[in-house]
């Protein structure tokens, strides 16, 4: 399938293509009845356990209820667990449990299927570009996000 506007509309071409991975990623979580965007809270946790509800919402650059209800969603499925913060009462920090580490060890498979199904046909060194690219465009985006 080709672009059916400007193909340089930057716009356009991160959202469509966020689109499209994010739906193929959802072919493979459903399995696992999760979303694309619980299992990004998994991975999340994976690599900063028991960390607190508003980092992980910074980590993930969503506000924190959004995170909170996608928390909500997970304890109910038995994937995370709120445990109370010594250092702050008011706050919680979340963990994986074994089943949600076991969901994070399934779908890490997939999504590596996944990645090598995007970059099929991108020589290592293009793709190193395209990551540059990428981070410059965010840290340029990100400036003006940061002043809202």
């Known amino acids: 399938m080709s672009f059916a506007i400007d193909p340089h509309s930057l716009g356009y071409l991160l959202h469509h293509t966020t689109s499209v991975h994010r739906r193929v990623m ?19 946790l994976r690599t900063a356990e028991g960390i607190s509800q508003k980092r992980l919402s910074e980590k993930m650059h969503k ?10 969603k997970l304890e109910a499925k038995a994937l995370v667990q709120r445990e109370a913060d010594p250092a702050d009462r008011r706050a919680f920090l979340v963990h994986l449990t074994d089943t949600g580490s076991q969901v994070v060890d399934g779908l890490m ?9 995007a970059v ?25 996000a940061l002043h809202d």
């Open 63 to 72: 506000d924190q209820a959004t995170v909170g209800k996608m928390i909500d």
């Open 109 to 117: 498979q997939d999504s590596t299927q996944v990645h090598e199904q």
């Open 26 to 44: 959802a072919q493979h979580t459903k399995a696992f009845d999760i979303t694309p965007e619980q299992y990004g809270v998994l991975l999340q």
């Open 120 to 144: 099929a046909g991108i020589a290592p060194e293009e793709f190193d570009i395209f990551i540059k690219v990428m981070q410059q465009l965010y840290n340029n985006l990100s400036q003006d």
